[in-house]
Structure formats: structure tokens, C-alpha cells
């Protein structure tokens, strides 16, 4: 029955059409045996019918389409399921291959598609190209990945986005909505693997390959699905930055920032808006609260009834309660008649009993690592989301770069050296996303930035928790910090300020802006000032950079009223062990005060009035 098809070649093949589908359904059967001379036989057969790529002017399906498009959605699943037996991995790549060339066929022969089965009224006469060849390939290369292993689903996946990049241009609006719906069952967490770690897998090569080619047919495609589909999609990078998982998290992060930059400036006013919103409840949902409120699990033993002493657990009931996370759990009434141990063995052995205390420790510090686990991921992505901001709105390098130039031209002054910084910034500026952004939307940046800013402060400062977690395992050898944290999302947000402080564009909210300078710089400089420990002032090097030279670069006027509020800081800066790039811009900065505020006379002043 195997070799039938390709002998049957003297007959002519309109008249066999609907023995086709048996045919196929035979195929089908013999793609999931586990005997390897039947599946070889029957994908040789099913290969030369549907042919390939290379040689598609010597196949069945090339020559009689017309006569067995019938059976093309049965071709494509038996397909489908060869390239499902884990058995033969090579059988299965290959496979793949003819699926794709089975999208050839539906790319070339869309108007067969159409005028085929024109009695069923029930698919519309421009929408049967899709249902009998478009849906039928992509949704069974859709089943390849939910099924298969790592290397087979892997090429399944990029098959398929090979496929609608290719061919996305020719479908209507409404057949994206069934394709994304196909494609976002990878991240249905319903059909992941119950195994940890097969779960674990599937997110970080499978999740995570999809996320980023989802992102990249966004953007080829998003005059079409931007209006469709951008709210399903941040809803889903949005899934995949909570996850447990530090790869795919970090990769969410990525993809909006992918997604916004290469997009963002055909956004409208409202698709901002929704994007704002989306990076905000990402922020929001994951700054690691849980460190400044975690302290250890302990075990509750009744100082009176359940001694700790071997002598006291011989001969008396003893319950330990476990406290893991809210949960209670309770090893109960674990006495001398318990059929685990008897009475005889715990008289005798008194290590019996510490093994009972022992593993209910170890029951309880079990879930510590889980949790901190996901503690740690949060504070991952919490650096991630502050440099996606920071790429979004100013270009990926920008901000590096100004912060080097800001170095340079400090240690070129100490050195009374001219410093000639390539004029480019301006044309970096310009590739950002900024100009494109309101000044409410960057306010709620910002604020997400602050926010962020002000609970890794609070982490920092809080010693004793920072001691407690260490001591638990937290981050290894040393005790955990977020300085990284704390500098960079303050100099994102001081960033974001003062290029709105600067551009006349945002006139209107000049005020705004200036008092939340104001207050932020004032907030920022007292906290360094309260620095108790040289790293940690070291760590704000840069950012004090970037707001010293900035307020160096102001107009008198707002230099006035800035510097009046800051002066009192700036005299307790020079009475700290500083470094000297920052004593050299403190320097520049009371050289101004005097005439800014008319306690000495400009140098031009002075040099007029000389005889």
C-alpha cells in the first residue's frame, strides 16, 4: 500500500483525487511507527508526491495540484506527523523542509485555493486561501513545536516565521489575529512542561526565540498590526519579563525596547500612551519588595513541652511547627510509639532525634533559594528597564558616551588642557525616541525611574536587613547591594529633565520641569553627603559628573536658581574626601557663584576697569 502512489503513476491522477485523502491518512498511520523501514518508506513515498524546493517540476503535487488540492490540508498533517516521531530526528527535519515547500505551493497557487470547493458557503470566497492553506501549515507547525524536542521544535519555529515573513504581505488584517493566536500558545503556560526543568528549557530556547522573532514580524508588518495586535503583544512581554526566569526576562525587556525603538516613530499619541503604561506596570511589578520585609523562616519549638535536649525528645511528644512563606506545616506528634521510630531505637540513638530537627531545617530553608531566586530576577530586570528606558528615549549608547565625554573634558581642565569632543551628540539625540514622547509621558518615565531610584536607597541604607539576607545566602560572598540601581535610574531620570529643561519644544512645561529638578538634585546631593562608606560615594561619581556639568551649562538665570539652593550642599561637599574629577567641577561651579550672584566681578568686569 506504501509503494502504491509512486507505481501508480500510469494512471491519471483526476480520477484518483478522492482516494487521496485515504492515501494520506495511510502515511499518517505509518509516520508514528517505530519501525524504521516503515516510516523511511512511507516519507519517501509522501516525499515524492509533494516533492521539494529544488525538484517541484517532477512531483505529483507540481504536475495534478488541481486535481489533489482536496487533500492538501491531510498532506500537510501527515507531514506534521513525521516530523513528530522523536525516533527519527532526521526524518523530522526533513519533514519541516516539505512543509515549507507545501507554502510555496499556497504562495503560487492562491487562485486554485479560491475557485476550489466554491459550493461552501460558509468560508467567504477571499478568506479560502487562508483556511485551506495558510491555517493548516502554520497551525501544524504550531503542533511541531508544542510537541517535539528542543532541536526539532527549535527548526519548527523558525520555519514557521520564515514562512509569514516571507509571505505576510499577502494576508489580510483579520488572518493575523488567527495566526498570533496560534503563536501565542508557545506561552501558554497551561501546555508548558509539568517538569521544572523541562519548564525551565522551554523558556529560555523556545519562549524566548519566539519572543524576539514575534517582535521582528512586528516591525516588518506594523502598519498592519500595529492598529491589531500591539496590545495582545505587550501583554505578552509583559507575561514573559514576571516569569521566573532570567533569560527569557531579561529578553522581554529587550523586545519592547527592539519593538519601541524600531517602531516608535510611527506611534501615535494613544500607542505612546499604552506603551508608557505597559513599561510602567512592568516596573511596578517588579521592584523586589520582598527584601526589605524578608527575615528567616524560624522553628517554632515550644521551649516547655519540645526541648531541643536528646534527653527530653526520648521519653515526650514532640511537634515542630515549619513556617514556609504563609503556609504552615506541621510535623505533628512525632512520639515514641511513631511507626517511623520506635521507642527502643530513640533511647538508644540519640541521633535519631537530631535527624528529626535537622530535616525539618532543611524543609524550611528549601524554599529560601526558590525565592531568592526570584528576587534576584527582579532585580535584574529592574537594571534592565531602566537601560531600556534610557536606549528608548535617548539611543542605545548615548548616555555611555556623555558620561565619557562629561569624564574627559574634566581631567582635560585639571590638566589646563583644551579638550575637542566630536560634535556628534546632537545627532545622537536625534535617534532617540524623545522627540516624540510628551512631556506627560516623560514625566511618568521618570517617575518610574524615581520610584526605583528610591527603593534601591532604601535598600542600600538598610544595614541590618542587607546583614540578615547575606547571612541567609543572598548574592553570595558579599553583602548585597543595589548601587547600580540607585545610580542609574537616578541619572536616567536627571537625563531625561535636562534635555526637557533644554528644549524649547517643551516651553510650556518648563516650570514643571525645573521644580523637579530642583527637588530631585537637592534629594540626590543630600543623600551623598549622608554617605557613610567610600565605595558607595565612589559609585556616584558619574552621576555627579552629568549634574554639576549640567547645571555648569545653565543660563545665569537658572544657574541662580538652582545654585541658591544647592549652595549649602556644595560647602559640605569640599569638607569630604572627594575624588579629584569631582573637586575640579565643585571648583568650576564656585567660580561661577561669585559673579552669577554678584559677589565678585567677571573677569571682563576686572579687566575693563584696570588703567
Known sequence: MIRRPPRSTLFPYTTLFRSWKNIFSVFHLAASDQDEAIVELAFQTTGKIIGDETFLKGSI?????????????????CLSEF?????????????????????????DKPQ?????????????????????????ILFELSCIINRCKLD????????LFEIVKTYGCSYEPHWWKDLFQIVFRIFDYMKLPEQQLEKAEWMTTTCNHALYAIVDVFTQYYDVLGNILLDELYVQLQWCVR???????????????????????????????KTCLAIMDIFRSTIPQALLTWTPEMTDISQEDNK???????????????????????????????????????????????????SAVVTKVSSEPKMFTGLLIKCVVQLELIQTIDNIVFFPATSRKEDAENLAAVQADMLHRDLHINEDSQQREDQGMYPFLSHSQLFKLVDCLLESHRFAKAFNGNQEQRNVLWKAGFRGAAKPNLLTQETHSLACSLRILFRMYGDESQRN???????????????????????????????????????LTKLQKMSDQRFRAHASVYYPHFCDMMCIDMKPELRAVLRRIFVRIGPAFSITQSQQIIQHVQP
Open 61 to 77: 503535487y507540481e504536475k495534478f495540484f488541481p486535481a489533489l488540492i482536496d487533500s492538501f490540508q491531510d498532506a500537510v498533517k
Open 83 to 107: 516530523a513528530c516521531n522523536a525516533s527519527f530526528p532526521d526524518t523530522s527535519m526533513e519533514a519541516i523542509r516539505l512543509i515549507r515547500t507545501c507554502a510555496k505551493y499556497v504562495a
Open 152 to 159: 526539532v521544535r527549535t527548526r519548527g519555529l523558525t520555519v
Open 509 to 547: 512645561a518648563w516650570p514643571q520641569v525645573q521644580a523637579r529638578l530642583i527637588n530631585v538634585c537637592h534629594e540626590a546631593l543630600e543623600y551623598y553627603l549622608s554617605l557613610k562608606y567610600e565605595q558607595h560615594r565612589d559609585a556616584w561619581t558619574n552621576l555627579l559628573l552629568l549634574l
Open 112 to 136: 486554485m485555493f479560491k475557485d476550489h470547493n466554491m459550493e461552501d458557503l460558509h468560508v467567504p470566497e477571499e478568506d479560502r486561501v487562508w483556511v485551506k492553506g495558510w491555517f493548516p
Open 243 to 273: 516569569q521566573e526566569n532570567e533569560q527569557l526576562a531579561r529578553s522581554g525587556t529587550n523586545c519592547m525596547e527592539n519593538l519601541v525603538i524600531s517602531n516608535g516613530a510611527k506611534f501615535t499619541e494613544v500607542v505612546w500612551d
Open 308 to 358: 531541643m535536649d536528646v534527653g527530653n525528645v526520648q521519653n515526650s511528644t514532640t511537634n515542630i511547627d515549619i513556617n514556609i512563606g504563609n503556609s504552615n506545616s506541621k510535623l505533628s506528634n512525632v512520639k515514641h510509639h511513631s511507626n517511623i521510630i520506635s521507642n527502643k531505637n530513640m533511647s538508644n540513638s540519640p541521633e535519631s532525634s537530631r535527624k528529626i530537627l535537622k
